[in-house]
Each structure stands twice: as C-alpha cells, then as structure tokens.
C-alpha cells in the first residue's frame, strides 16, 4: 500500500513536472512565434530624427547612413532618388502560415550539406531568432526565404510590365507586358488541397508559369519551371515560342545570363531565385533599415501603363533615368545575409540580401561583381494586401508590387509593375503542365 | 527530301531558350481583355550574286483573336484568325530573271564526234527522230537550260525549260500543281485555295470531373509535332511552301495551313499504376480532312526552286506536251529531238477529296520524371512527288504507243506514307545541356530507280535528329551574356536502297543509302539584346556541301527589327548519276551495247536529272549566293 502509494506520488510528481516542462516550452514556443511573426506588436523602432511623412534626400542622407543599405544611399548621395518615409505597419502573414510553423517547430534540421534539410512539412522551418555564433545561421535565413509564405498557395501577376530603361536619357527602350503565375505544390496552408498538390510524381515543391502578352511578335512566348522538392536538383524548364509554336526543354543550369535582356538574372527573381546549395550564406547581423513597405492605395500611381475595369493602376518610377519607384519606406526590422556563390566561375562575388524579418521577403539585394566593385542593386516594394486589390485583402501575403533592378556599371536599368492577384482562380493546377504551353499557343 | 533546314533568322531564336528571346516594345493596336488584332508590314529584300534582285517581297498579316469564355458544355471558347497577303516585286522589278521577259533562246550540247560533231545546237535542231517536234509549239525562245545556274551541260542530258509566268508561257506549267499565272507569283496567299485566310479556327475545352480535359481545335490550322527546330522528321501533317525561301524560312511561316481538326485529352499528372506515374500525359488525335495539296517546291521561274524540281518537271511537262531537243542523248552525244508524248512528264494526279484520302494521326505525349516523351503515328499522303513510269507513250522510232520498259515518261504520284514515331528531350544536370532526339520510321515512301522498270521503288526509311544545346559565356567577347551553341545531326537512312555497278557507271536509287546533315548555331547578344549576331551552318556529310549563315538582328525601337544577313554556300555543288540514256525503252533502237536486255541501264550518268538527289538542297543552291534585308515594322 505504502509502496502503491510513494508510487503514486512519484507519477503525480513525473506529471507534474512534464506538464511544467511543457508549459514552459509552450511559452518558449509562444515566444518564437510571437518574435518572428509580430515584431512589432510590442515594439515600433525608431532612429533619431526619422519620423513618417519626412523626405530623405541629397541634402539629410548622411544623417541616416545607419539605415539605409550603402547602394541605395549612394543613390541619395547622387541626387538620383529621395526615400518618403511612411509608418512602420506589420504585415502579418496568414495564420494557418504561422500555425503550421507552430506545429512543426523544432522539428525541421539542416543535413550534412547545403541544401539539404529534413522534417519540414510547411510553415517557416526555422522561427528562432539567427545566433552569430551559428555557423549555418545564414542557411537557415535562406531556408526561411524559400519556404516563406511569398505568394502564398498560389497567385498571379496579373499582368507585369518590364520596362529596360538608360538611365542616362531616361529613354525606355523596350517594354514586355508578362502574366506570371505561381503555384506551390508542398507546404500549402490555405488552399485546398493541403499540405500537398497530388499526384506529384517529381515531388514538386513550386511552380512558375510565365506568359508573355505583348508585343505581338513574341505574344505566347511561354514559360514554365518546375522546381523539386530536392535542392540538390535543378529546376525542369520548358519554353514554348509564339512565333515558333514548339515546346523547348531549357537548360537551367545557366541561370546567371541576363533574362530577356534584361538586368536581371533568372537566379536574381523574388530575391533569389537559385538553389540553397549554389550558395554559400553567411549571416551578418540584425538591424533596423528602411525598406521599401507601403500601401499600393495610398500612392500616387502611373495612370498610363495599365488601365483595367478593376480601376487598378501600378506603381509610377521617377528618379534617375525613370528607374526608381515612387513608393514610401519604412524602418523595419533586417536581416543582412551575404550570398556567395559556390561555383568560382558565377559572374558575382557576392549578394548582400537584406531580408525582412517579419515576412522574409528580399526587398533590397546588392550585388558585386567579379572584382568585388557594386554591379547591380535590386528593389522590390512591398504592398500591404489589405491596402491593395480587394481580393488581396486578408490574404496575408506581402505582395510583390514594384521592383527595379539598376546596372550601376552599364548606367541602366529593368523595372517592374506588378499587378499582383492572390487568387487560385487564376492559377489552377492543369496551368503547369507541359500541355498547357501547347494547349495555349496558337 | 525531308529535310527542313529551319529559318535563318528565327531559328536562332527558337533555341536559345530563356535567355534568348529577342523581344520588341508593347505596341497592341487593339487589345481588350478578350479580344485583340494585331499585325505587322514586313519588307524582305535579297539579292543574289549573278542574278540581281531575288526577293522584294511585302507582307501584310493581321492577327486577331476573340474570346467567349464558357459557352454551354464548353470553357475557353475562342476563334482566331491570321490574315496574310504579299506581294513580291522581283517579277516586275527583275522580269529578265524571274518574270515576262525571263529566259531567251538556248544552245544544247551536242558531243558526238565527226561527221555530227557541233559542240552546240539550237534547241529545235538536234538529230530528229522518225517522230520528231514543231518549233512552232515549243520556240526556242524564253528557255534556260536545265541546271544552268549550277552547271554546265558537262556531256549529260540537257534540256530547255520555259521559265516565264504561266499566263505568259504555258509550256511546261502541269494542271493543279505548277501553273502559277503572273499574279499567282506576285501575290502568293491569293489563289484557289484561298491561302490569305492563313489560319481561321475555334478553340473549345470540355472539362471532366475527374480534372481532364477535352481540348479541340477545329479550322484552318498548323499542327506541329516534334522536338527539334531544322529537320522534319516528325513535324510533317502540314506541307510546307518552299518557294518562300527555299529551306531557309520560318517553318512556321511557311507551313501550308490546312482544314484539321485536332483534340487532345489532356490528363496532366497522372498514376497509371502503383509505380508509374506521370507527371503529364496527353493523347491526341489529328485528322486532316481537308483536300490534299502538296509541298509547293517552287516553279521554275520563281527564285527558289528546291532541288530545282520545279525546272525539271517543267522541262519534262514541255518535253510530254510539245516535244524538244535534249543533249548529248542518242548514242549518250547525240543532241536528239524528241516529239510530243514520247518522253517526259504526262500529268500530276493529285489526290481528289474523298474520305480515304484525309489523313489521320495519333499522339500520346508526356512528360516522365526529367524526360519529356512523345510516340507518334501518322498515316498521310506524301507531299513530295513520286515519278512513276510506265505509262503509254510514243515509240519515237515506230510511233507505236505502249507502255515501255524503263522509259523516262512519266506521271506523278503522291503515295501513302504511314509513319510512326516518337521523341524525347531530356535535361542532363551533370553538364548543364539539353539533348533531345527525334525519329521517325516510314513506309511508302518512293524514290526514283533506274533498276527498276518503272523507275522508281519504294523503300522503308529512317530518320532521327539528335541535337544539344549549351549557353557557354566567352567573357572575352562578352562578359555578361552567354553565347548559345546549339549542334544537331539530323540521319537518313533508306532502308530498302538499290544500287548496282552497271557497265557505264552506277544505277538504282540516286539518293544517299545513308546520309547525315550537321548545323550549328553560334549566337551572341548585345545592348540588352537588341542587337544579336549569329553564326549557322549546315553541312551535308555526303554532298559535301555547307552553308553558311551570317546575320545581325537590331531592334531598333519597340515596332522595328532590322535583320542584314547572308546566305552562302561553300563545297560540292552538281553531282552525276545514271541518267537513263542508256536505259533502252524502244529496244533494239536504243540499244547501248549489243545485245543489251530491254529496259536494262548501262548506268551511263550525268549532272541531270537524278544527281540532284545526291546533292541535296544545299548543293543544289550552291550558286545562289545571297546577301538579305528584312525589316519589320509591327503594329
């Protein structure tokens, strides 16, 4: 009986003390979400003499070097651009996102090499704060970024202009009107079905289907990547030409070429567009900066490159060569991540991303070329959905919305007006097959 | 014949994959959310060495589409429509070549020594037979000799060919098939078959609950199977107009849409059982109903005259309808006049419309891990003529009508082809290339046979391409945008090929038993790919003939494209083969050597008719040198 009852006590005292270890890491866990979703919820940073409403140019950069990425304040410093300061505002991503990094927490590790990485079923895989004394800190940055809620499920840009400018005379010099659409088969949250897309023979982690609209010549130029769940693989990519009407398997592996004769590389969409293992990541540190986050509805607009019945319009660009959007920053909080690639003959020495903490998004990237000189720096703004497209609302998707790739060494530059659409309608799964290309071109 | 060297200009475009686009500025002239037209005015002007002005074309070409969405059972209902008209001013511009005042009289070679011995005669006075020809029917006036731009008569058979638009020369031009009038030739889209209605089609889906869909495309249309850009090995449900450009445009320029009615059952990822699935998979059904029409292989008189066919036919239609003088022919040195009905081409029996003449074909297409896989069967009409002989003419000794034993009388024929097929494309990692392969087995197909007493037989034949491209960065040339290397080998293998040793030289089939074609495109980028130089080649192993293709393309501005370029051939050009001289139809009067059998070849060869075919469309242009303009203006 007594033995029955010290028993009994020992059970109670087992359970007791699971039950506090586990409301201790309930609270733990509390804690990482809380830090990696809602960093703002308790606290607004702040920098001395930065407020909302003020205009930072030629003549008051100097004041706010510690914020501003040293390309883009070389810009200022030149009289090429000026940065309206707006409000910091959270862009919350979609609960079911946050919750299904709830559910997985702790449970997603990096194999032996880059590139590999095991337990991850959706959600951001790696929450916790990065620790300077991580090595692989950096990599899981950049896991964070690929499996970040970017588009969600899947949207479309819907359509996209591409405008090559000279950014001496302003002139522009081509303009490519694209739809673009996105569809993630692994990790999925919100739309049916979740959390995987099947059948999926090639475990398929996302797909990309581009379409170009204009100008006439190249109209349904087609273009679809299939990306494996498997970093180590790369990309299967068809191309189907307009003025050809033949479906082209692609050679992926040459991602750095310009695309389209653009500034841009394939490897440079979204942020980064290439594998984890192509990199090396190194984390550098965490700090507040002014990033391009605003709300599409608040701006002034290009009321002449798109019209639509939605009564929508895109981001109008100004500045040096017309190649700067005219869009409000916010001081938010930063992760500085330097990429440098891993094969010796990549025409870059390194990419310095800066990633937004909260959303894990690549607003700014700066790139050095070879020699190490500054080759070419990214913008992509961000829009709040809820101050965007109605059906954007509540989508929790910070919406790609603006971009603008400078070649500081060729004195030109590509930008982007998105008009970005979180609607499954848009993109359903038999969009992404190879047949679809056929189906489509005429 | 096959072989389809793919445009110059575009191809280049067509493999360099993403990087490669080369794109100009938005400028829709009308465009709503389901409805747009479009179009461009495009000059093409060439000039050929020794010729002059070989191309003014100007081309108009709308493009329109409306969209209606879902209509009853079906989704995505659309119908688009390509309206295209030219007019090319080289026969008005150049008419000494190539229109009215084309041609002039000609001298044939005549190489039998003493007491005949006359280097040259005028057409009209070769050694006339029992039944000869009148002049009065067929002057010597608006002729060339045949394969004059490429050689000399070199002791072969020779003979004239009328060169002049048919409303102007009649002679020579066969019923249906090559009888362009003036205004046919300067206003190619405007004809009987109404080829300015370039495509007019409607599109409709019908959607299943099991996520399939039934995807039609019914009308006036291109089908295109296939994976490879230069070489029709699969790529053959539409013909192709080679009087264009000979094998030098667009394929999609110049296929001959025709009335078709296509549907796919499209599936997309799909498990066929547990331990295969696809990541998409497709079946097809492709049933061309329309009236047959073959490849156009251009008139003699036009500018591109492949293989110059078109001259050769002419020559022999001329030869059927009116007799004439053929060189070097009796005695294999005698200049002989021929009379009408005794030999040459009688007619072109074109295929009528009835349901055994359409055409139908089968595709199951997909996509399996990294390869990309099609298997194709086809069962068509062929679109290159097949010269059959055997057919009643004239002794022109006796002036018996009969059908003789190897006699080079003929009609033309478009035989039953059934193909099938399949290719694959895949993605090798491990080098960064893509290489894709395409093959195709057909039988029906016929060729010309100097064994045979038809002259012509039939074989099996093999085809495949394999091909790779690479993007490889030359940082010496240009540090910031790769260069495309796009190689591929194209074989041919004609599997029941005849050829024998006869007394005076080989007979049987002209064409190469075996025979491979290489390219290579080299292209480069510029100015944020607004100026992009290239570099084709072409290289025929066993003609030993090579083009070369250099062209720049500017963009410059959103609607205008300006492309300089050259086209010059290097190598082997004429190329000899058993001519039939020495065939003996009217035995014993044309007997080569004492007791040869009737309807035998000695093998006694020359540069024409049938060394053509060991030549090839390369070296059979070898002296069409040209240098190009192009310039596009889009709307």
Redesign the interface.
């Known amino acids: 009986m007594k033995k029955h009852h010290s028993q009994t006590l020992m059970r109670t005292l087992i359970a007791g003390a699971t039950a506090s270890l586990m409301a201790t890491a309930t609270v733990a866990d509390d804690a990482v979400i809380e830090e990696s979703f809602f960093p703002y919820r308790t606290e607004t940073p702040r920098f001395d003499g930065l407020s909302p409403g003020m205009v930072i140019n030629q003549n008051n950069v100097a004041q706010f070097k510690d914020v501003i990425d040293p390309a883009f304040y070389s810009f200022i410093e030149q009289g090429w651009t000026t940065i309206t300061v707006g409000e910091t505002t959270s862009f919350d991503l979609h609960p079911n996102y946050v919750e299904a990094t709830r559910a997985s927490l702790g449970q997603v590790s990096l194999g032996d090499q880059v590139g590999e990485i095991s337990g991850w079923q959706a959600g951001r895989p790696f929450p916790e704060e990065p620790n300077a004394d991580d090595p692989r800190a950096g990599e899981k940055l950049a896991w964070n970024y690929k499996y970040g809620y970017n588009w969600g499920d899947s949207a479309a840009i819907y359509p996209f202009?591409w405008k090559?400018r000279d950014m001496d005379s302003g002139d522009?010099?081509?303009?490519?009107?694209f739809n673009f659409h996105f569809l993630n088969y692994m990790g999925r949250v919100i739309q049916e079905p979740t959390p995987e897309i099947t059948?999926?023979?090639?475990e398929?982690f996302r797909a990309i289907y581009v379409q170009?609209l204009?100008?006439?010549?190249?109209?349904n130029?087609q273009?679809l990547i299939?990306r494996a769940s498997d970093d180590l693989?790369?990309d299967?990519?068809?191309?189907y030409?307009g003025?050809?009407?033949?479906?082209?398997?692609?050679?992926?592996?040459?991602v750095t070429?310009?695309?389209?004769?653009?500034?841009l590389m394939?490897e440079d969409f979204e942020g980064y567009n290439g594998r984890i293992s192509d990199m090396n990541w190194a984390y550098k540190g965490t700090r507040y900066m002014l990033m391009p986050f605003y709300n599409h509805n608040d701006l002034t607009l290009d009321t002449e490159t798109h019209q639509?019945?939605d009564g929508y319009q895109v981001v109008a660009f100004g500045g040096q060569g017309g190649c700067f959007p005219n869009i409000t920053w916010q001081l938010r909080k930063v992760y500085e991540v330097e990429a440098s690639p891993a094969d010796e003959?990549h025409?870059l020495s390194r990419r310095v991303h800066f990633m937004d903490a909260q959303t894990f998004t690549i607003p700014r990237t700066v790139a050095y070329d070879r020699k190490g000189s500054l080759w070419k720096t990214f913008t992509i703004g961000q829009a709040h959905p809820d101050h965007h497209l109605p059906a954007n609302e509540g989508s929790g998707v910070s919406i790609d919305d603006s971009f603008s790739m400078i070649d500081v060494q060729a004195s030109?530059c590509t930008t982007g007006q998105f008009k970005g659409q979180v609607d499954p309608q848009l993109s359903p799964?038999?969009m992404f097959?190879?047949?679809?290309l056929?189906?489509t071109g005429? | 014949m096959q072989t389809k060297i793919k445009g110059m200009s575009?191809w280049c475009?067509?493999?360099t994959?993403?990087?490669g686009?080369?794109?100009?500025?938005?400028?829709?002239a009308i465009?709503s959310?389901d409805a747009r037209i479009?179009?461009?005015y495009e000059n093409a002007t060439y000039a050929r060495d020794g010729v002059g002005l070989s191309k003014f074309r100007n081309t108009i070409q709308l493009?329109g589409?409306k969209q209606f969405g879902d209509v009853g059972l079906f989704s995505n209902v659309s119908v688009?429509a390509t309206l295209r008209g030219s007019y090319d001013g080289v026969y008005d511009l150049n008419d000494d070549e190539y229109g009215r005042n084309a041609g002039g009289p000609i001298l044939l070679q005549d190489t039998a020594p003493a007491p005949f011995a006359a280097p040259f005669v005028p057409h009209g006075e070769g050694l006339e037979l029992p039944n000869t020809f009148d002049t009065a029917n067929n002057p010597n006036d608006g002729m060339i000799v045949l394969g004059e731009n490429l050689h000399d008569q070199a002791g072969g058979v020779a003979f004239g060919v009328p060169v002049r638009p048919c409303d102007e020369d009649d002679r020579g031009c066969i019923d249906d098939y090559l009888d362009k009038d003036t205004n046919d030739l300067r206003f190619q889209e405007f004809n009987d078959r109404l080829d300015f209605i370039r495509?007019l089609y409607v599109d409709f889906d019908l959607n299943f609950d099991s996520?399939n869909?039934l995807?039609t495309r019914l009308g006036k249309q291109?089908v295109?199977w296939?994976?490879t850009?230069l070489f029709r090995v699969l790529d053959v449900i539409n013909p192709v107009d080679y009087s264009r450009n000979n094998i030098y445009d667009?394929?999609?320029d110049i296929r001959i849409p025709m009335w078709i009615l296509k549907t796919?059952y499209?599936m997309?990822?799909?498990?066929v059982f547990d331990g295969l699935?696809?990541?998409?998979l497709?079946f097809q059904v492709v049933w061309n109903f329309d009236e047959f029409r073959p490849h156009d292989i251009g008139q003699c008189g036009q500018p591109n005259v492949i293989l110059d066919a078109g001259c050769f036919f002419r020559g022999m239609n001329n030869l059927w309808e009116n007799g004439g003088t053929v060189a070097n022919f009796a005695n294999g040195s005698i200049a002989t006049d021929f009379g009408p009905g005794q030999i040459g081409i009688r007619q072109a029996n074109l295929p009528s419309w009835k349901l055994s003449n359409t055409q139908l074909g089968l595709k199951m297409?997909?996509?399996?891990?990294?390869l990309?896989f099609s298997l194709n069967a086809l069962t068509y009409r062929s679109q290159l003529p097949s010269l059959h002989g055997g057919i009643p003419a004239q002794n022109g000794f006796t002036g018996e009508t009969a059908v003789w034993p190897s006699l080079i009388a003929f009609d033309i024929h478009f035989p039953r082809v059934n193909l099938v097929g399949g290719s694959l494309?895949?993605?090798a990692?491990s080098i960064?290339?893509?290489v894709?392969v395409e093959t195709a087995y057909t039988s029906g197909e016929e060729f010309a046979n100097t064994l045979r007493k038809e002259l012509y037989s039939e074989s099996d034949v093999l085809r495949y391409v394999v091909g790779a491209?690479?993007?490889i960065?030359l940082p010496f040339l240009n540090?910031?945008?790769?260069f495309l290397f796009s190689g591929q080998i194209f074989g041919q293998h004609i599997l029941d090929h005849e050829r024998e040793q006869r007394l005076l030289g080989e007979a049987g089939i002209p064409d190469w038993e075996h025979n491979w074609i290489g390219t290579l495109l080299i292209k480069g980028?510029w100015m944020?790919?607004?100026l992009s130089p290239q570099l084709i080649t072409a290289h025929d192993f066993r003609a030993q003939a090579t083009t070369l293709a250099p062209s720049v393309e500017w963009?410059a501005s959103?609607?205008l494209?300006v492309t300089a370029g050259a086209n010059i051939k290097v190598g082997d050009g004429a190329r000899q083969f058993d001519d039939c001289r020495t065939c003996n139809p009217w035995d014993p009067f044309t007997q080569a050597y004492p007791g040869q059998p009737a309807g035998e070849s000695a093998g006694l060869g020359g540069l024409e008719p049938l060394g053509r075919f060991k030549s090839g469309p390369i070296g059979m242009a070898q002296e069409e040198d040209e240098i190009q303009l192009t310039v596009?203006y889009?709307?």
């Open positions: 202009y090559y522009v010099e081509r303009t490519i009107k059948p999926n023979p090639s398929l170009v204009d100008p006439s010549d190249v109209r130029t273009l299939h693989k790369r299967n990519s068809w191309l030409l003025f050809q009407r033949r479906v082209r398997r692609l050679a992926t592996g040459q070429d310009a695309f389209l004769g653009s500034d394939i639509d019945d003959s025409p030109h799964t038999n097959n190879v047949q679809h056929r189906a005429s | 575009l475009a067509a493999i994959g993403v990087t686009l080369s794109l100009v500025t938005l400028s829709p465009a959310e479009d179009g461009y493009e589409e688009n495509e996520g869909t995807s291109q295109i296939g994976r850009d667009e394929l999609e796919d499209r997309g990822p799909t498990e699935a696809f990541d998409d497709n297409e997909g996509v399996y891990g990294d990309g494309d895949y993605y990692q960064d290339t893509v894709r491209d690479k993007n960065f540090e910031r945008r790769a980028w944020n790919d607004r963009l959103d609607s494209k596009r889009s709307f």
